[in-house]
């Protein structure tokens, strides 16, 4: 039997990876445009190529993530709970391809400024492990590049008992250390023309 009350303190950490990493290490994200980093309490605004490369690196966290994630669980699951999202005809595709068995759908509401139906779907499901692995090794920046996203870059793992506490913990400083050293280069090799001096802000 599953022990939610320990299951908890995993699946808020996995959760907060992304979320944790974007408050300390990008204070405010502008797609196609710049970003603020904070690096040893110095902040910067990145644009330019300098905003290209930080995408880039934020790409390889994604597919990064994913990797530490399947390590971990790879002996102990045979199938992968994941979430993902696309087009009606994009899913359909997607799942065939992966063999990935659907077991939620839920299509995206329309918006106040949009009108008719919107095709697009957040789908739970589950995947072969040696299909997932074959999706995480065949990922690439350019699938998260946001002029050309696809089904693959919105992947993530759903919150399962197969990932401990402390695995999940070293997961998140394993990122955190990642992202750090990525903009820290990035940073250090950029010109000012790209790389501004900018105000730190205060995160509550």
């Given at each position: 039997?599953?022990d939610?009350h320990r299951l908890?303190?995993?699946?808020?950490?996995?959760?907060?990876?992304?979320g944790?990493i974007?408050?300390f290490?990008?204070?405010?994200?502008y797609?196609?445009k710049?970003?603020n980093?904070?690096?040893?309490?110095?902040?910067?605004?990145?644009?330019g190529?300098?905003?290209?490369q930080?995408?880039n690196?934020?790409?390889?966290?994604?597919?990064?993530?994913?990797?530490?994630?399947?390590?971990a669980?790879?002996?102990h699951?045979?199938?992968i709970p994941?979430?993902?999202?696309?087009t009606?005809d994009?899913?359909?595709?997607?799942?065939?391809l992966?063999?990935?068995?659907i077991?939620?759908s839920?299509?995206?509401?329309?918006?106040p400024?949009?009108?008719?139906?919107?095709?697009?779907y957040i789908?739970d499901?589950?995947?072969?492990k040696?299909?997932?692995?074959?999706?995480?090794?065949?990922?690439?920046?350019?699938?998260?590049?946001?002029?050309?996203?696809t089904v693959k870059?919105s992947?993530?793992?759903r919150?399962?008992?197969?990932?401990?506490?402390d695995?999940?913990r070293?997961?998140?400083?394993n990122?955190s250390?990642?992202m750090?050293?990525?903009?820290?280069?990035?940073?250090?090799?950029?010109d000012?023309?790209?790389?501004?001096?900018?105000?730190?802000?205060?995160?509550s």
């Amino acid at each position: 039997m599953v022990d939610f009350h320990r299951l908890a303190i995993p699946i808020i950490i996995i959760l907060a990876i992304g979320g944790i990493i974007s408050f300390f290490l990008a204070y405010s994200f502008y797609p196609k445009k710049n970003v603020n980093v904070n690096v040893d309490g110095l902040c910067f605004e990145l644009v330019g190529s300098a905003f290209n490369q930080y995408k880039n690196l934020d790409a390889r966290r994604a597919i990064r993530i994913l990797g530490l994630q399947l390590d971990a669980m790879e002996s102990h699951v045979d199938l992968i709970p994941i979430s993902f999202s696309g087009t009606k005809d994009e899913i359909s595709k997607f799942s065939a391809l992966y063999n990935i068995e659907i077991t939620k759908s839920n299509r995206i509401s329309n918006l106040p400024e949009n009108k008719g139906n919107i095709d697009k779907y957040i789908v739970d499901g589950n995947v072969p492990k040696v299909q997932f692995k074959r999706l995480v090794e065949g990922l690439t920046i350019q699938d998260f590049d946001p002029l050309n996203k696809t089904v693959k870059s919105s992947i993530g793992i759903r919150p399962n008992a197969f990932l401990s506490e402390d695995q999940s913990r070293e997961i998140g400083q394993n990122i955190s250390s990642f992202m750090q050293s990525g903009i820290k280069r990035i940073v250090e090799s950029g010109d000012t023309n790209v790389i501004r001096s900018a105000e730190c802000r205060n995160v509550s």
